[in-house]
């Protein structure tokens, strides 16, 4: 298994992490578009269920409007806590701070 960049543990066989791998390998590109356009359509999905956040337009990058979205209603049960703008706005709410 060739993963991009990065180990990945646990993996169900032999693999190994290729530095820039979707510009050296081409499964490894294949599997990147295959990844981004799946991600894509979720967040569209998502888009219906949560039509607040706007995920069918930023796709799950940070956008001004969408750090706007977390400040005015805090995360939806569909945001990775472990992101940086959704982990810094759940401090900046529990502190009584909005976003700016």
Same mark, same amino acid.
């Given at each position: 298994?060739?993963?991009?960049?990065?180990?990945?543990?646990?993996?169900? %066989?032999?693999?190994?992490?290729?530095?820039?791998?979707?510009?050296?390998?081409?499964?490894?590109?294949?599997?990147?578009?295959? %990844?981004?356009?799946?991600?894509?359509?979720?967040? =569209?999905?998502?888009?219906?269920?949560?039509?607040?956040?706007?995920? %069918?337009? &930023?796709?799950?990058?940070?956008?001004?409007? &969408?750090?706007?979205?977390?400040?005015?209603?805090?995360?939806?049960? &569909? &945001?990775?806590?472990?992101? =940086?703008?959704?982990?810094?706005?759940?401090?900046?709410?529990?502190?009584?701070?909005? =976003?700016?």
């Amino acid at each position: 298994i060739l993963t991009d960049g990065s180990p990945v543990p646990g993996l169900p %066989a032999p693999s190994l992490a290729v530095w820039k791998g979707d510009q050296v390998a081409a499964c490894v590109a294949a599997a990147s578009i295959v %990844a981004k356009v799946t991600r894509d359509r979720m967040m =569209v999905e998502l888009d219906g269920q949560f039509p607040a956040y706007g995920f %069918a337009e &930023h796709k799950g990058y940070t956008t001004r409007a &969408h750090r706007l979205a977390l400040g005015t209603h805090g995360p939806c049960s &569909h &945001h990775r806590y472990s992101f =940086v703008t959704v982990a810094r706005e759940m401090g900046e709410n529990e502190m009584g701070a909005g =976003v700016a």
